[in-house]
């Protein structure tokens, strides 16, 4: 069965940390572009950061560089979120998703929600003091 479950979200105060997984299941996560998103109540899904196909390159949103960091464990199958330095405005259901058109290895793509196409469930993380 094809699937993709995130965890690790959480409750976390300003200035805290977390990190999110990406498990998958039916493929491996080194064959595929994968991207990590966000949703903020009320607002549309925004492109947080993604790692390409094989080679780990990696390509971050403005708001998040320098914070986060993507990460990928092949023996795991599954793509890490590291989130420190965290924010209130961080604070949304975070998703994993994969990319739906072939890539070169090492091919670095954009944080496009409509490029991808397999999603999972979401992880809520909530910033707050």
């Known amino acids: 069965q094809v699937q993709l479950v995130e965890s690790g979200g959480g409750f976390v105060q300003p200035g805290g940390s977390l990190r999110l997984s990406c498990a998958a299941s039916g493929f491996r996560v080194d064959e595929y572009a994968i991207g990590w998103f966000r949703q903020a109540p009320g607002k549309g899904r925004e492109g947080v950061s993604s790692?390409?196909?094989?080679?780990?390159?990696?390509q971050y949103h403005d708001s998040v560089k320098g914070r986060f960091t993507i990460s990928r464990d092949n023996a795991k199958n599954t793509v890490f979120l590291q989130m420190n330095s965290l924010k209130p405005e961080d604070t949304a259901a975070y998703y994993c998703a994969t990319y739906s058109y072939d890539t070169e290895e090492g091919e670095v793509v954009g944080l496009t929600p409509e490029d991808f196409d397999f999603w999972g469930h979401g992880t809520q993380v909530t910033v707050s003091s």
């Open positions: 790692i390409s196909r094989g080679e780990n390159h990696t």
